[in-house]
């Protein structure tokens, strides 16, 4: 199994680690030379504040909206990901740190844990050692563990942000509720071609020939199909 961890609005949340007064408030973040939005806080994204959108066209909108926006600060960011990635080292032997705010963990010899346990065994101690919060995806391959992952941040009420794609049932299920261009690995050139496939959906896609598959996507695309 693995388990794909994801820090939440990473950028906005090492942020509030320092200033706790920006909890449960809009925060925006800009990029290097103050140009663009390329972080926000969940209050800000449900107030519509685009991803990249120049500051100097919505400067207006932020103070309309109180939302705060700050330069981005890379070394603290740095060292909030360096935090969060050796804290996940205590829960297993294999970490492969895919960005700065994610990190897949590969659980070999873990076959009697309770998944969704320790799921959330690593949620709370990542939230109390290091202030960020994250969601936690847990399945049998790095494409399905991205999945369940997505399934844990859009439904955190229900999931308590950790979600385990562990039976067949919840597999097919994942994959016929995720759009096909929200998929890991799915670039706009492919997701073209699926779309004119008729695949909206995950799902769709892992129905498709083998062949056609291997003959239009490569063995890049095929490889991710059989991981789904």
Same mark, same amino acid.
């Given at each position: 199994?693995?388990?794909?961890? /994801?820090?939440?609005?990473?950028?906005?949340?090492? #942020?509030?680690?320092?200033?706790?007064? +920006? !909890?449960?408030?809009?925060?925006?973040? +800009? %990029?290097?030379?103050?140009?663009?939005?390329?972080?926000? *806080?969940?209050?800000?994204?449900?107030?519509? +504040?685009?991803?990249?959108?120049?500051?100097?066209?919505?400067?207006?909108?932020?103070?309309?909206?109180?939302?705060?926006?700050?330069?981005?600060?890379?070394?603290?960011?740095?060292?909030?990901?360096?935090?969060?990635?050796?804290?996940?080292?205590?829960? *297993?032997?294999?970490?492969?740190?895919?960005s700065?705010? $994610?990190?897949?963990?590969?659980?070999?010899?873990?076959? #009697?844990? /309770?998944f969704? %346990?320790?799921?959330?065994?690593?949620?709370?101690?990542?939230?109390? &050692?290091? @202030?960020?919060?994250?969601?936690? @995806?847990?399945?049998?391959?790095?494409?399905? %563990?991205?999945?369940?992952?997505?399934?844990?941040r859009?439904?955190?009420? $229900?999931?308590?942000?950790?979600?385990?794609?562990? %039976? $067949? $049932?919840?597999?097919?299920?994942?994959? !016929?509720?995720?759009?096909?261009? *929200?998929v &890991?690995?799915?670039?706009? @050139?492919? !997701?073209?071609?699926?779309?004119?496939? @008729?695949?909206?959906?995950?799902?769709?896609?892992?129905?498709?020939?083998?062949?056609?598959?291997?003959?239009?996507?490569?063995?890049?695309? &095929?490889?991710?199909?059989?991981?789904l």
């Amino acid at each position: 199994m693995y388990a794909l961890v /994801d820090c939440n609005n990473f950028y906005a949340s090492c #942020e509030r680690v320092f200033n706790p007064n +920006l !909890q449960g408030k809009p925060v925006a973040i +800009l %990029s290097n030379n103050d140009g663009c939005v390329i972080s926000m *806080s969940d209050e800000a994204k449900k107030l519509q +504040l685009p991803f990249g959108a120049p500051i100097f066209k919505w400067d207006q909108f932020c103070k309309n909206n109180n939302i705060t926006v700050l330069s981005s600060n890379y070394p603290l960011y740095g060292d909030m990901s360096a935090r969060v990635m050796k804290t996940l080292e205590q829960f *297993s032997p294999d970490v492969e740190v895919y960005s700065i705010d $994610e990190a897949f963990l590969q659980f070999k010899g873990f076959d #009697e844990y /309770d998944f969704n %346990s320790y799921g959330k065994e690593i949620r709370e101690r990542l939230l109390k &050692w290091t @202030g960020i919060p994250t969601c936690v @995806g847990i399945a049998p391959t790095k494409a399905l %563990s991205k999945v369940a992952n997505k399934i844990a941040r859009k439904f955190p009420k $229900e999931t308590g942000g950790v979600y385990v794609i562990d %039976s $067949e $049932e919840k597999r097919i299920k994942a994959l !016929q509720w995720i759009p096909i261009e *929200s998929v &890991w690995g799915i670039g706009r @050139g492919i !997701q073209k071609r699926l779309l004119a496939k @008729g695949c909206k959906k995950a799902y769709d896609f892992t129905q498709l020939n083998d062949a056609w598959v291997l003959k239009n996507l490569s063995i890049t695309g &095929w490889k991710l199909k059989k991981d789904l």
